[in-house]
């Protein structure tokens, strides 16, 4: 079946440091990819996405290249700030029916420090 | 503003006993799911529903049931038979992919709710 692997964190950096939480992925077929952040306490927001070989996600600064060769979708941000501290998930859609059943890697810690 | 709730924030849950978190949503998404979140776990899927009075089991259904009646909600029940049930529960929506074939894959979350086992 699908299945998606993030780096374990937790990641700490400080602050204007750059970037790189690793996410490779196993998929049949050609799934999308996206980055989902978590902030403490809440629900997921959709941080980028990408639906085809090559296309890069983009969004706040954070960039990501849908690497089929690789099989990757690493997500770097090249000035992290103390904001940006939150779970970072990667995931994949298997593009089935009409519903959207998204594959979730276990979450990156991102701990950004003054 | 448009979004999803999820209520309660926290839940308590005695041995033995059911008890449902509320998801609703004003989205006008035809799509709705329910996660489950474990610590160093990730999301894994309970159920989902693509449209009205239709539903589908994920990964982990065991022990857990839903409805959906309205479009707006799609309530979940933790039943006795989850022998597990402590976790972070998290409800997400969809557009249906007629309409905007990439938004389809696109999820709202809501803030979540943490259920715990007294």
């Known amino acids: 079946g699908d299945s998606v692997t993030q780096m374990e964190g937790p990641v700490t950096l400080s602050e204007e ?6 996410c490779t ?3 049949t077929g ?18 980028l996405k990408a639906t085809k070989a090559d296309d ?7 960039e990501a290249t849908y690497r089929k060769e690789t099989t990757s979708f690493h997500l770097e941000k090249g000035s992290v700030q103390v904001s940006d501290s939150a779970v970072y998930f990667c995931a994949l ?19 950004v420090t003054l | 503003d448009g979004g999803i709730t999820q209520s309660p924030k926290y839940l308590f849950r ?12 004003n989205l006008n998404h035809d799509a709705m ?4 979140q474990d610590p160093g776990q990730g999301l894994r899927l309970i159920y989902y529903s693509q449209i009205v009075n239709d539903f589908q089991k ?22 006795s038979a989850q022998k597990n049930p402590t976790a972070f529960y998290l409800c997400a929506s969809s557009l249906h992919h007629l309409g905007q074939p990439d938004e389809h894959e696109k999820l709202f979350f809501g803030s979540g709710t943490q259920l715990s086992v007294l």
């Open chain 1, 17 to 22: 440091a750059f970037l790189t939480i690793n």
């Open chain 1, 25 to 27: 992925y196993t998929a």
């Open chain 1, 30 to 47: 050609y799934p999308s990819l996206f980055w989902y952040v978590q902030y403490p306490g809440e629900g997921l927001q959709l941080l």
């Open chain 1, 56 to 62: 890069k996600g983009s969004n706040k600064g954070f």
């Open chain 1, 93 to 111: 859609s298997d593009r089935t029916g009409t519903a959207s059943k998204l594959t979730f890697g276990t979450g990156t810690r991102l701990q």
């Open chain 2, 14 to 25: 005695k041995e033995g006993q059911n008890v449902t978190l509320s998801c609703e949503q």
């Open chain 2, 33 to 36: 799911y329910w996660y489950r």
């Open chain 2, 58 to 79: 994920g990964d982990i259904a065991e022990g857990y049931s839903v409805s959906r009646e309205k479009k707006e909600s799609f309530p979940l029940t933790v039943t």
